[in-house]
């Protein structure tokens, strides 16, 4: 068997997070990126003020955008609250500012739209939540219909639980391929969903328009 190295490579990883985002956009990559062997992972906001997610999850931040030192690793997720600030200067100075330099540019769901705004997908591909695919397409950003998207050093995430894959997506790149399945296999992700209808491309035009119109009754206009 081939011993796994123990000098390990540091990195360290930002998440932004913010009042009305999805919580398992983030937790589910925060989850995989806890498990890395040498990382320090900021959760990023403009205060230190507990926020509150979508589904009613309180998060409390523990860097501000003042205070996070350059990261190697950007990470920002989507959510129901995201249409509320998605045009917030201070956040998007702050992607721009750290994407500049990050080793990787990342996001999960509906993220992918504050990094176009943020101008960090200017010709690269990106996913996102299917139904955010045609607002990022006006944004000029080629959109992807895979679970993950990598084109160069932009890695995104589609919605919500491809964060998990996501995670893993990263971590490969970081630490390696058998760093990443340990973790795998570590949190027992073995998906077997009761139904496979997970993505439009599986779920027919059918159930997508049930899930337009329980959206647009149950959370409001679809932003």
């Known amino acids: 068997m081939t011993e796994l190295p ?4 540091h990195y360290v990883i930002g998440i932004v997070i913010y009042p009305g ?16 062997p ?38 920002i997720g989507g959510g129901l609250g995201q249409s509320a600030i998605v045009d917030d200067a201070e956040i998007l100075s702050f992607l721009k500012q750290q994407g500049d330099n990050a080793k990787f540019v990342t996001s999960v769901c509906g993220g992918s739209e504050f990094l176009a705004k943020a101008g960090l997908l200017e010709g690269y591909r990106a ?16 959109v992807g219909t895979e679970r993950v998207v990598v084109d160069r050093n932009r890695m995104t995430g589609g919605g919500v639980t491809a964060g998990i894959d996501f995670g893993l997506t990263v971590a490969k790149a970081l630490y390696g391929e058998d760093i990443a399945k340990i973790n795998q296999l570590l949190m027992e992700y073995d998906p077997a969903p009761p139904y496979d209808v997970g993505s439009p491309e599986k779920a027919g035009p059918e159930l997508i328009e049930k899930a337009m119109q329980y959206m647009t009754q149950t959370m409001g206009p679809i932003p």
């Open 38 to 75: 040498n990382v320090d992972i900021h959760r990023i906001w403009k205060t230190l003020d507990p926020i509150t997610g979508d589904d009613g999850m309180v998060i409390v931040p523990d860097t501000t955008f003042a205070d996070c030192p350059p990261v190697d690793v950007i990470c």
């Open 6 to 9: 123990t000098n390990w490579p």
């Open 21 to 36: 985002m999805t919580t398992l956009d983030i937790v589910g990559p925060q989850t995989v990126f806890s498990g890395l």
């Open 127 to 142: 996913a996102t939540h299917w139904a955010a695919r045609p607002k990022l397409a006006e944004l000029g950003v080629e």
